[in-house]
């Protein structure tokens, strides 16, 4: 695979929106490896800043995913991971360098005890109707073998 398509769209092909999942690399002074080494986001927003030198900066406007533990779940082998709220509900939201973003993740619905989904639920309500998600590991074999 030479490239990956990801996407921020307000409306994707006429419909609701499609903000894709990403991995985003840590800076850090360690070397993580793994998924200790990345942070989940959510790509709200793609453009670019153009400086007075006509050089141009690739950026995202991206929404942070926490971890929750220091490990994958027991029973599944995934991470879990829960959007990042600030203390007035809001989401954490951050400018970075596309260059940053390592490629696409695919969180998977976390149902808490014995709920069931709403008869009128549609794919594109996931990630404002769920609190927690799982890193789905088994998505492809890139990401199997990158980022576990």
Same mark, same amino acid.
């Given at each position: 695979m030479h490239r990956e398509w990801i996407r921020s769209a307000p409306s994707w092909r006429g419909g609701p929106p499609c903000c894709d999942c990403v991995y985003v690399l840590k800076?850090?002074?360690?070397?993580? &490896?793994?998924?200790?080494?990345?942070?989940?986001?959510? *790509?709200?927003?793609? %453009? +670019?800043?153009? &400086?007075?030198?006509?050089?141009?900066?690739?950026?995202? *406007?991206?929404?942070? %995913? +926490?971890?929750?533990?220091?490990?994958?779940?027991?029973?599944?082998?995934?991470?879990?991971?829960?959007?990042?709220?600030?203390?007035y509900g809001s989401p954490v939201t951050a400018v970075i360098h596309l260059d940053c973003v390592f490629r696409s993740a695919h969180l998977l619905g976390k149902m808490a005890g014995n709920e069931f989904l709403p008869t009128e639920f549609t794919f594109h309500e996931t990630l404002d109707r769920f609190t927690a998600f799982y890193v789905n590991k088994f998505a492809d074999h890139h990401t199997h073998q990158i980022t576990f």
């Open positions: 800076h850090s002074d360690e070397q993580l &490896t793994g998924f200790k080494g990345m942070h989940i986001a959510c *790509l709200l927003l793609l %453009f +670019s800043i153009k &400086t007075i030198n006509n050089m141009q900066y690739p950026c995202a *406007l991206v929404h942070w %995913f +926490s971890t929750v533990g220091d490990e994958p779940c027991r029973e599944t082998g995934m991470w879990i991971v829960e959007p990042d709220v600030n203390q």
